[in-house]
């Protein structure tokens, strides 16, 4: 960023010089920042630190299909140094971060309070819970509208992971809960919490690691 507006660089590195784009960090535009992507150098270990789980969806992402770095908050504002900032990463699936892009009305998932979003198991659409103070609510109802918690594809993954658990392709060989809980832990949490798991799987769980929605 110092280079971007005329600076020395702060570093010796390989590769061209950086091209002076404006005079001070808060002229440069979203297009500047985007010329030198080295966030996405934080990927694999960012994939690593969340368990491979999209901080938006609560799913898996397989390192072939998709996983991003999210700005939290967006390059497009004010906050230009938040580009290059570690803090200001969240690891996203490519349909969420699509879905969020510069859009402010998404709940952190890092302030996230445990038990504000539920998951319907008769529709698979994720809603507020009960009893929420009205604006937590509505920022809640926010968030899910923004990123599609109750759109057709959520439901369809909800639904794929449920069904595998229930109805396995071979009887005798169900897909264990903890299986759900390393790759779906909000799908898993729910069944649990509303008791749709087998008896079996009733004591003791294994929870996964990495912010989510709850």
């Known amino acids: 960023m110092a280079e971007l507006i005329g600076q020395p660089p702060l ?4 590769g061209p010089r950086i091209t002076r784009r404006a005079e001070r960090i808060e ?5 500047d920042l985007r010329r030198h992507p080295y966030w996405t150098r934080a990927l694999p270990v960012l994939h690593a630190a969340y368990g491979g789980i999209c901080a938006y969806a609560c799913f898996y992402i397989e ?6 770095v999210d700005h939290f908050v967006a390059m497009v504002s004010t906050e230009h140094r938040q580009a290059y900032e570690w803090e200001n990463y969240r690891l996203a699936c490519s349909r969420m971060n699509a879905r969020k892009r510069e859009f402010a009305n998404v709940l952190d998932p890092f302030m996230v309070e445990d038990g504000w979003f539920v998951l319907n198991l008769g529709t698979f659409k994720v809603e507020p819970a009960v009893g929420l103070a009205p604006e937590v609510e509505a920022r809640v109802r926010e968030t899910i509208e923004r ?4 759109s057709r594809e959520y439901q369809h993954m909800c639904r794929r992971y449920f069904d595998s658990y229930w109805s396995p392709a071979v009887a005798h060989q169900p897909v264990p809960l903890w299986s759900l809980e390393r790759d779906a832990p909000f799908l898993a949490r729910e069944m649990r919490r509303q008791g749709r798991i087998r008896d079996a799987d009733v004591a003791g769980s294994v929870s996964a690691t990495g912010p989510k929605l709850r």
């Open 11 to 14: 570093m010796k590195r390989t």
């Open 27 to 31: 002229d440069l535009k979203a297009s």
């Open 63 to 68: 390192p072939l299909c998709g996983p991003t």
């Open 147 to 150: 990123l599609g918690l109750d």
